[in-house]
């Protein structure tokens, strides 16, 4: 029986082959599955930054907090590009320190999120979630050693051309549920559901050092 792993997910317990990593909401109790924390550029507030960075403290030794995320760069929100880089920097030494890879939300930023992955030459991986760029932006980002989790709404272009060993898939928060997304990227990379799935467990044996 394959495993399907879904990156980032909103909703708890939503596939019962799966393994999700749920986005865990600050203030709520912990989950009893896979999870990441941080805060969101949209939901992003001084006062909310203290909270993320002391929750994050605090639970870093729970065995189903596998992430820090999603958290990143968004140049079409509201909130204030220096608060976002502010909360954003923080998240990074967080994941260094308590050795928990990144997932980043990045929109309209890739310039500013490539100069710090070269200035931080961070250990941990940095996967970008619910990415939707071009074939050469992809190239770009693999080049600096980003990975790439793709959504049911992706570039096929870039799908088809993207190394798989960089590759994971995502349900975020639409209605598409994960096997789906399997389906889906295995038809336009024309291999077989089981294969994808192999590929995919193995990228999170290794970037995200589960045991499954
Ligand atoms: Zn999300």
Request: net charge negative; glycine share 4%; hydrophobic share 40%.
């Amino acid at each position: 029986m394959h495993i399907f792993f879904n990156l980032h997910t909103h909703k708890d317990g939503e596939h019962p082959d799966g393994i999700a990593v749920l986005d865990c909401p600050l203030g709520n109790d912990l989950p009893s599955s896979y999870y990441s924390v941080s805060l969101h550029p949209w939901m992003l507030l001084p006062e909310k930054l203290d909270q993320a960075v002391d929750f994050i403290s605090h639970n870093h030794l729970d065995k189903n907090f596998i992430a820090i995320g999603e958290c990143g760069l968004d140049k079409l929100c509201e909130t204030s590009f220096d608060l976002q880089t502010v909360a954003f920097r923080q998240m990074i030494e967080l994941s260094e320190q308590y050795e928990k890879p990144l997932i980043i939300h990045c929109v309209k930023a890739f310039d500013e999120l490539i100069s710090m992955k070269k200035e931080y030459l961070p250990i941990q991986p940095w996967v970008i979630h619910g990415f939707r760029g071009n074939p050469i932006q992809a190239k770009q980002l693999i080049q600096q050693g980003f990975c790439l989790s793709f959504g049911p709404k992706h570039n096929i272009e870039t799908i088809k051309n993207v190394p798989l060993w960089a590759v994971f898939t995502e349900t975020d928060d639409s209605d598409c549920p994960i096997d789906e997304v399997y389906r889906l990227v295995a038809s336009e990379l024309n291999i077989s559901v089981e294969d994808l799935a192999g590929i995919i467990r193995n990228n999170a044996i290794k970037y995200l050092k589960l045991a499954i």
